[in-house]
Antibody, heavy 121, light 110 residues
Framework: EVQLLESGGGLEQPGGSLRISCAAS????????MSWVRQAPGKGLEWVSA????????YYADSVKGRFTISRDNSKNTLYLQMNSLRAEDTALYYC??????????????WGQGTLVTVSS | QSALTQPPSASGSPGQSVTISCTGT?????????VSWYQQHPGRAPKVIIY???KRPSGVPDRFSGSKSGNTASLTVSGLQAEDEADYYC??????????FGSGTQVTVL
């Protein structure tokens, strides 16, 4: 059974940094692209970033490009999102999601339960 | 990348059908057959119910079907059941390796 467990969320001030993680189990992690999708309170889903199985490709939404960095450690079955220069509009529940293949991410087959990031002074 | 356009709400009585539209552009829905649909119940993570326009993952009832014409994709839920009451989001792959979601549609079973 695929399991995705996000962690690392919390309260951070505007301009600050935070790194969130997603621990994966139940599948061969390195064989699948992974993504981060966020949902602001009471709002819709927004794709944030994606990474191929072997980290050869990384992709970002315009709203986070230059501020967020996605990475993965296949030896630890863990996905990361380093978030810098945080803004109030980054406040959201951040989900990690598993893609269908190692080099394609745009179908979000399995989801974690999310970690809440709040940016406020 | 602007969100795909969905109607805010849709409704139907049990047993009826409801169709949700998802309008994009020639850079996303119109360019690729990578349209997916997700169902989200309150307080829960989204669940994929349709991928690649009209394919259903195992375990998803065949009451759910998808289609696409030009820049618009559609999700039809036939034989509405109480448990179908949820938020539904479309998603598409877009040019320049981007992803885009729809604005979401709240489905109410009357």
């Amino acid at each position: 059974e695929v399991q995705l467990l996000e962690s690392g969320g919390g309260l951070e001030q505007p301009g600050g940094s935070l790194r969130i993680s997603c621990a994966a189990s139940g599948f061969t992690f390195r064989s699948y692209a992974m993504s981060w999708v966020r949902q602001a309170p009471g709002k819709g889903l927004e794709w944030v970033s994606a990474i191929s199985g072997r980290s050869t490709g990384t992709y970002y939404a315009d709203s986070v490009k230059g501020r967020f960095t996605i990475s993965r450690d296949n030896s630890k079955n863990t996905l990361y999102l380093q978030m810098n220069s945080l803004r109030a509009e980054d406040t959201a529940l951040y989900y990690c999601a598993k893609g269908p293949y190692h080099d394609f991410w745009s179908i979000f087959y399995d989801w974690g339960q999310g970690t809440l990031v709040t940016v406020s002074s | 990348q602007s969100a795909l356009t969905q109607p805010p709400s849709a409704s139907g009585s049990p047993g009826q059908s409801v169709t949700i539209s998802c309008t994009g552009t020639s850079s996303d829905i119109g360019a690729y057959n990578y349209v997916s649909w997700y169902q989200q119940h309150p307080g829960r993570a989204p669940k994929v119910i349709i991928y690649e326009v009209n394919k259903r993952p195992s375990g998803v009832p065949d009451r759910f079907s998808g289609s696409k014409s030009g820049n618009t994709a559609s999700l039809t839920v036939s034989g509405l059941q109480a448990e179908d009451e949820a938020d539904y989001y479309c998603s598409s792959y877009a040019t320049s390796n981007r992803g885009v979601f729809g604005s979401g549609t709240q489905v109410t079973v009357l």
